[in-house]
């Protein structure tokens, strides 16, 4: 196991890469370029750029998060073929550069949403992450957005301006692409990138669906134990894995996350894990907790010991944190409850490590 970090870069992430150095086993990072358009190659000298520096502070930089899929590819037009084609020289950079795991999602339009980004929790006045379904009743997807956009300090990922300048155009795309014909249209990407990930040696691991259930009509295909079995089979290739995400999973409190831990991790398919607690407050409502297993209804022991048991040879991170102590930073992405939340793992992960 490597405990690692996300991390952005050193012009757009508040958080300097000397702090992450001082978290206890914190191995490297998770990396995160955040300003290069979806279906943009993404240039070798940048990447090279990136990692060089990450490394002159004694960090790994080995996996990288959110290489976005270009909505022409997810719908199926004509022009995906490009859009693949740069994709491909994408991996061929990263790879040139260390890069071991590629983590992307598959999810149309969004890539995450909430209905708060700094939800005040009542117990200790600190902040996170937050969503309650009903709230979106009567939000078109347009309301949304701005309401996110206005909330933030930050470009979100998933919410990138260029993305979103063309959001009602893909909408109305959308509505001719149900589950079935984006599972095509995914299977078509993979059958096309695959071989040259096992050639370089390069894991793709599919992050789920956040929140675990459709939005807005929009199809969504990878937020349950069934789902990532199917996908899993469109393409029989070491390089198709997973990024098991236990806070957007575990949003839905049908999904058992350490069962399906031990499900993919006994057959080799997580690549890599972010690890966090979810808090259920109602149906569909709920906010990010703190890592602590009874601050939320995650079990987090449970979960650390089905990776101990089948996956122990991954990279794992925490996830979104609180906001506290008074630190302004990215909603989800502040260093102090973070950093909190890679020490509580690591003291679970030691447990375990001498119990077996």
């Known amino acids: 196991m490597k405990m690692t970090f996300r991390w952005y870069d050193k012009n757009t992430d508040p958080i300097p890469l000397e702090y992450v150095k001082q978290i206890p086993n914190c191995s490297g990072i998770m990396g995160m370029i955040d300003d290069i358009p979806a279906g943009e190659i993404w240039p070798l000298e940048r990447i090279k750029e990136y990692v ?179 996908i899993i089979s469109l393409v029989d290739s070491p390089s198709n894995c997973l990024c098991i995400c236990t806070g957007s999973l575990g949003s839905n409190p049908d999904n058992d996350i350490p069962n399906i831990i031990r499900h993919f991790g006994k057959m080799g398919k997580i690549a890599c894990m972010h690890v966090r607690n979810v808090k259920y407050l109602g149906d569909k409502e709920f906010r990010e907790a703190a890592h602590l297993s009874k601050d939320g209804n995650l079990d987090m022991f449970e979960i650390m010991k089905a990776i101990y048991e089948t996956a122990k040879d991954i990279y794992i991170r925490p996830d979104h944190g609180r906001m506290i102590w008074g630190e302004e930073g990215r909603a989800g992405y502040g260093l102090y409850d973070r950093a909190l939340g890679l020490c509580y793992l690591n003291g679970l992960w030691e447990a375990i490590e001498k119990f077996n």
């Open 52 to 230: 060089d520096y990450v490394n002159s502070f004694g960090l790994e930089c080995e996996v990288i998060e959110s290489v976005n899929v270009h909505e022409d590819i997810k719908l199926g037009l004509e022009t995906r073929d490009k859009y693949i084609e740069n994709y491909i020289k994408t991996i061929e950079n990263l790879a040139k550069c260390g890069i071991k795991v590629i983590i992307y999602n598959f999810m149309p339009v969004f890539d995450w949403l909430r209905t708060d980004l700094y939800h005040e929790n009542e117990e200790d006045h600190s902040t996170s992450l937050y969503h309650n379904q009903k709230e979106l009743e009567g939000l078109t997807p347009r309301d949304l957005v701005k309401n996110t956009l206005k909330d933030s300090k930050f470009i979100l990922p998933g919410w990138e301006p260029e993305r979103l300048s063309k959001l009602d155009e893909v909408l109305k795309l959308y509505e001719k692409v149900d589950d079935e014909k984006l599972l095509e249209n995914y299977k078509y990407f993979l059958e096309k990138i695959l071989p040259t990930c096992e050639k370089l040696g390069v894991k793709m691991a599919v992050h789920p669906d956040d929140p675990a259930w459709p939005v807005f009509g929009i199809p969504r295909i990878a937020h349950k134990k069934e789902h990532f079995d199917r």
